[in-house]
C-alpha cells in the first residue's frame, strides 16, 4: 500500500504563488508516476501534471509556464509550484501515485485565489 498526504494549500491572491507537497509513505519502490489533479466545484477532476520515475513531465495547457512538479526521491515528496495563481486555479488539488500494487490518492488539498 502506499499513503499520500497533501499540505501546503491556502488562500492567496491572483499573482501569487503557493506551494503543495505530496509525502509519500508505504511501498514506494512501487511507484512508477505520480501527478496531481484538481477538482473545482460543479467540474470533474482534471490532471494539472505528471512526473515519471525518470523524471518526465507534462501539464495541462492551462497550466504551462506557471506550474512546476518536481519530486525529492531522497525526502519521499513531490511538489508543485504553483506561479501566477488565477481565480480559475481555485479548486481542491490531490496527488496520485500509480504503482504496480494499484492507484492511490491523497485527501485533497484546498487551493482559494481570489481576484
Known amino acids: 500500500q502506499v499513503q499520500l498526504v497533501e499540505s501546503g494549500g491556502g488562500l492567496v491572491q491572483a499573482g501569487g504563488s503557493l506551494i503543495l507537497s505530496c509525502s509519500v509513505s508505504?511501498?514506494?519502490?512501487?511507484?512508477?508516476?505520480m501527478s496531481w489533479y484538481r477538482q473545482a466545484p460543479g467540474k470533474q477532476r482534471e490532471l494539472v501534471a505528471g512526473?515519471?520515475?525518470?523524471?518526465?513531465?507534462n501539464y495541462a495547457d492551462s497550466v504551462k509556464g506557471r506550474f512546476t512538479i518536481s519530486r525529492d526521491n531522497a525526502k519521499n515528496t513531490a511538489y508543485l509550484q504553483m506561479n501566477s495563481l488565477k481565480p480559475e486555479d481555485t479548486a481542491v488539488y490531490y496527488c496520485r501515485a500509480v504503482s504496480w500494487l494499484g492507484d492511490f490518492w491523497g485527501q485533497g488539498a484546498q487551493v482559494t485565489v481570489s481576484s
Open positions: 508505504g511501498s514506494i519502490f512501487s511507484i512508477n508516476a
Open positions: 512526473i515519471t520515475s525518470d523524471g518526465s513531465t
